[in-house]
């Protein structure tokens, strides 16, 4: 793939770099980070322990004695290679629209409630990143007149599988968490799971089409 | 079977070994002892340590020995007794059938920790035992001790890895963070002189600072993208309230970040108590070691 972006290579403390695609998010920076995220797990470089893909960056941690700048030079070395194209694996995730936020949220965007659960699903998103805790996902993006601001309050917390709605994505909670999100619905899909390796099923890059359970 | 029956545990006391590393892209950061070297030093005491330590804090701890073993004491500066008659700290016992281990709060420290010369028999979960108590995951039961657990000792520990030279006195050094040129050169001059306290809010997520100067009060709220999180970030709440974040922390994060904390002060910072003065020093990436 093929992207204008210039990608910025901080410390994040003395232990880990960062390589930061933009500061906000955006379909090419949240590409650009998996891609890159991918060709590093590929072909690994040397004192780093651990390769981390977020919505716009990618975290590269040092292994305990390892040389940062050694580390930073071999990045900036390779930043200037093609990114590989990422083909993520499919996944179907069914989900009961029955969430204390979804009534308001139709109406908020003056749909019904059936059309609401028609435009969610309209199309695959993909998944953005996993962070916040584990296994939660981010997955985007829905089109723009879908796009909400979070709400004022931050909810105590929800249970794993509920599914959450704000800035155009939809979220996946995976684990017990407090959220500032839209709560629109639960799955039964469970995204974490501590005795499986790797713990979780869906990874950054792949591809999700939400279904009504219904 | 030999044990250690806990019969006193304040409420964050936990299990936890070097860490479990290489899960941040599944969204779980890595636990592990909120100060290595004390960890390290307690393993260092046996001939033969297991991976696994209780770390406690100051509301101290006490177990029964079931069976004869021996225990490495280190990290801190805690008070110890054994069947009531006191000893030094840090300490290396040889316990018998019943000896009773009474650890109370000494003059310095938040952290302590026990090693055995077995490896504590609790199950690995994503290839370590440390407890991460935000997520419930690992240790023992995935959360913190209380009175009543029984912690069997299986099998027998190895040379423990020695603890890292002490990092010097002073302020506690750090970088500059991801967001540090999001704040204004009057904020960051006033956060690399002024001096923080350590608040009474600090866990194994993270330390809150008490900001006497005020000086992110009128800093402007911020809505970043979520960036990866790595111990040590110093982050500014809505508030202006700076949040040292610790071994249990998220994995990403989207308040700004002014500084992290280097590598080798993080665990001299994490034994501060509340009511500390800390300044922080910022350094160049050369200067870090």
Excluded at chain 1, 172 to 184: D, E, L, N, Q, Y
Excluded at chain 1, 202 to 209: C, F, I, R, S, T
Excluded at chain 2, 189 to 208: E, H, K, P, W, Y
Aim: aromatic share 6%.
């Amino acid at each position: 793939m093929t992207v204008d972006l210039k990608p910025t290579l901080l410390p994040l403390g003395d232990r880990a770099l960062l390589v930061r695609y933009a500061e906000t998010l955006s379909d090419d920076a949240n590409r650009a980070a998996i891609a890159l995220a991918r060709a590093f797990a590929a072909d690994p470089i040397p004192g780093v322990g651990e390769i981390a893909p977020g919505l716009v960056s990618v975290l590269l941690r040092a292994t305990d004695g390892a040389d940062l700048g050694a580390i930073r030079g071999e990045v900036m070395l390779r930043l200037g290679a093609p990114l590989p194209d990422v083909k993520g694996r499919s996944h179907v995730v069914e989900i009961d629209f029955d969430g204390e936020d979804t009534g308001e949220v139709a109406a908020t965007l003056g749909l019904t409630r059936a059309d609401f659960i028609a435009r969610h699903g309209a199309r695959p998103l993909r998944v953005l990143a996993t962070g916040f805790a584990p296994g939660f996902v981010y997955c985007g993006f829905h089109d723009e007149d879908l796009v909400l601001p979070r709400r004022e309050a931050i909810r105590p917390m929800v249970p794993a599988g509920t599914v959450l709605f704000a800035a155009g994505q939809t979220a996946i909670a995976a684990t017990p968490i407090r959220t500032g999100w839209h709560v629109v619905g639960r799955t039964r899909f469970q995204n974490f799971d501590p005795l499986r390796s790797p713990p979780t099923r869906l990874a950054a890059g792949d591809e999700v089409q939400f279904r009504s359970a219904a | 079977m030999t044990a250690v029956l806990i019969t006193r545990a304040g409420p964050l006391a936990t299990l936890q070994d070097a860490g479990r590393f290489g899960m941040l892209a599944q969204g779980i950061s890595a636990s592990g002892p909120m100060e290595r070297g004390g960890f390290a030093a307690a393993g260092v005491l046996l001939p033969q340590a297991g991976h696994t330590a209780i770390e406690f804090t100051t509301a101290g701890l006490a177990f029964r020995a079931e069976g004869s073993l021996r225990v490495g004491c280190a990290g801190g500066q805690f008070s110890l007794a054994i069947n009531g008659k006191a000893r030094e700290w840090p300490a290396q016992l040889r316990l018998d059938e019943g000896d009773e281990v009474e650890i109370t709060p000494g003059p310095a420290g938040n952290y302590g920790y026990l090693r055995f010369d077995r490896e504590i028999d609790v199950p690995p979960v994503l290839g370590s035992r440390a407890t991460n108590l935000t997520v419930g995951l690992g240790g023992y039961k995935g959360r913190a001790l209380r009175a009543g657990d029984r912690l069997a000792l299986g099998t027998a520990g190895a040379p423990a890895a020695p603890a890292r030279e002490p990092a010097a006195d002073g302020p506690i050094r750090v970088l500059w963070g991801l967001h540090a040129d999001l704040f204004d050169a009057k904020a960051r001059n006033d956060f690399a002189t002024v001096g923080f306290i350590v608040s009474t809010g600090l866990d194994r997520m993270g330390v809150r600072l008490t900001d006497p100067g005020q000086i992110f009060r009128t800093q402007r709220r911020l809505s970043l993208v979520s960036d990866a999180i790595v111990p040590g970030d110093i982050q500014i709440l809505g508030d202006g309230t700076p949040i040292v974040l610790m071994r249990d922390h998220q994995p990403t994060g989207g308040y700004p970040r002014i500084a992290t904390v280097v590598d080798a002060d993080l665990d001299r910072f994490a034994q501060m108590r509340p009511g500390t003065e800390v300044r922080f020093r910022p350094v160049t990436l050369e200067h870090a070691r």
